[in-house]
């Protein structure tokens, strides 16, 4: 069953702004959707309306089956009557209240009890191990314990659907990744519909069910992890996603066949394609293999990247340049001439970007 | 270095000469006698301390000192508070309304009060006669006439204030379900603190010199110290060593508030500069 529902949303920042296009999609009960995007791409507003906090311009977002925002009717329920929870990326937790009141702070607003207000604060607390942290200050704690403070002060009013904008990116390297596995745990088994919205794919790709790619207020792709890598649906998808991120180098293609690559196009005979090759899909070898590869090309080492556990190497060959996996243990110096064995390439239209096709060796 | 510490200093102390000058002369002024007063010049020390001047206005300031502290501490609290009240409204509309809103109350604090007291009065006036009360030469009615003027102000100063304050924490406070209300009493409030402290400050100080609204709103010398001060200046002579007493003793008030409550006059202006309360 969809929980969040977004319809054909629009937003536009007078006086011209687009913020959001034509943005719909849903999020399934339990689900953990993460939107992904650059700074600008629009994810912050989107979102910020569906936490009330700002009006769509046209669309609908509906919660739950109750419709809480339409544009085109001009009405938005405000966000303290729609029961959701927000973490916000500076985690906003009140510097003049300790843990217990930041936390309670949802439930006394309602009115609730002291007794009720404390059996749940605490309830919650224990649940996220802060427990022991209660009586202390926001400034007392540290960036992955006031990130805990504010998840509870998001959970504990057992909010419809939660929220998540940017909540790792003020964590250094180190906690990031622990934070996010708690995330991720403590929403499997509340089995909290969630959405997370970041800039940073290792994120997205750390605890989305699915994620949706969103540029220029427009949705790129929606899918999961797998789908997005392997089958990126345009230029802009295959470029964000991937760490080291996909190289382009745009090419002729002649009789069917692409040049320099030699790979062969069903459809396009004459014309220019844009080829995509991730650096991990290309291996620069020694000695040329016989199979497991598209193509293989011959060319010099340009640049090369030591990283300790890995090697890249920028290679040329004429007017192709690639980055390339170096599958050796020494070092590969500045001139050296090897084989790059091209495991997957991407062709792309060279006019709008989108995916043409993906040739695959395996 | 040498050379620049040492420019950078007589600079300072020549510059707080300027100040220092007038106190030191209401000082020893008050501390001579009429002859003295009036036969030496002002910066010559007395010849012999008198203390009997210092004593006599002391008795004669305590009725407008105490009516001043009834009239500009509550003016000063209100001010600050419906001062706090204005600028979040404005800090939480941020459109057409709000913008309006504060140009007109820069404009007010610019407009020279002097120009607008003779319509004011004939504002109390109205009042007085719609709802039947005393409003002119009364404490009521002069503290309306301050709090009308500072309000403004304080409006201002607080609109300044209040931006120091992330906005995510209203909007988190409106997501947790906290109403207008809440979120200004719960969270802004004491995020406020030094800025409101500053605005009190500032409102106080500025209610207790004020001389020209008393004079207007007020007949007599009594409810207010400038006005008191300003009594001894008389037709045939003015009491010089008396005046300057009732200066030293109308000044200390407020410079004990400010020596009190500095540290958070001081920190409020630094979150201005630093631009966050933490």
Known sequence: MAVIEVDRLMKIFPPKVVALDNVTFSVESGEFLAVLGPSGSGKTTLIRIIAGLERPTKGRVIIDGEVVADGEKGFSIPPQKRNVGMVFQTWALYPNMKVFDNIAFPLDVKGLSKEEIRKRVVEVAKYLEIDDLLDRYPRQLSGGQQQRVALARALVKNPRILLLDEPFSNLDARVRITAREFVKKIQRSLGMTTILVTHDQADAFAVGDRILVIDKGRIQQLGNPTELYNEPVNMFVAGFIGEPPMVFNELRVENGVIEIIKIKLGDLKEGRVIIGVRPDEAIAVLTPPTEGHVALIKGVVEVSEYLGARQYVVVRSGKLSLRALALTEKQLSRGTEVYISIRKVHVFNSDDGKRLASITGF | ?278
Do not use: C
């Open chain 2, 1 to 278: 270095m040498e050379f620049k510490g040492l420019l950078a200093i007589i600079t300072l102390s020549l510059l707080s000469l300027l100040w220092v000058f007038p106190a030191y002369t209401v000082l020893i002024g008050s501390l001579k006698s009429l002859e003295d007063v009036i036969g030496s010049p002002s910066f010559m020390p007395p010849k012999e301390v008198d203390l009997s001047t210092i004593v006599k206005v002391l008795s004669d300031m305590r009725e407008p000192l105490i009516n001043t502290l009834i009239v500009t501490v509550p003016v000063a609290f209100l001010a600050t508070f419906v001062g706090s009240l204005t600028a979040y409204a404005i800090y939480r509309r941020f459109d057409r309304v709000s913008d309006t809103t504060i140009v007109l109350i820069a404009i007010s604090t610019y407009i020279p009060y002097q120009v607008l007291l003779i319509p004011f009065i004939n504002i109390i006036k109205g009042i007085e006669r719609y709802l039947d009360i005393t409003l002119f030469d009364t404490l009521p009615g002069l503290a309306l006439g301050l709090a009308t003027y500072y309000t403004p102000m304080a409006s201002l100063l607080m609109t300044i204030f209040i931006t120091v304050i992330p906005k995510d924490y209203i909007e988190s406070a409106l997501v947790d379900g906290a109403g207008e209300f809440k979120i200004f009493r719960r969270v802004v409030l004491p995020l406020l603190g030094p800025g409101l402290v500053s605005t009190f400050i500032f409102i106080l100080i500025m209610t207790w010199n004020n001389f020209f609204i008393p004079l207007i709103l007020t007949r007599g010398y009594d409810k207010h110290v400038a006005l008191k001060i300003f009594s001894y200046v008389g037709q045939s002579g003015t009491l010089y060593n008396e005046m300057f007493a009732a200066a030293l003793i109308g000044s200390i008030p407020p410079l004990v508030l400010f020596i009190l409550l500095g540290r958070y006059f001081i920190r409020g202006l630094l979150a201005l500069g630093t631009g966050g309360v933490r």
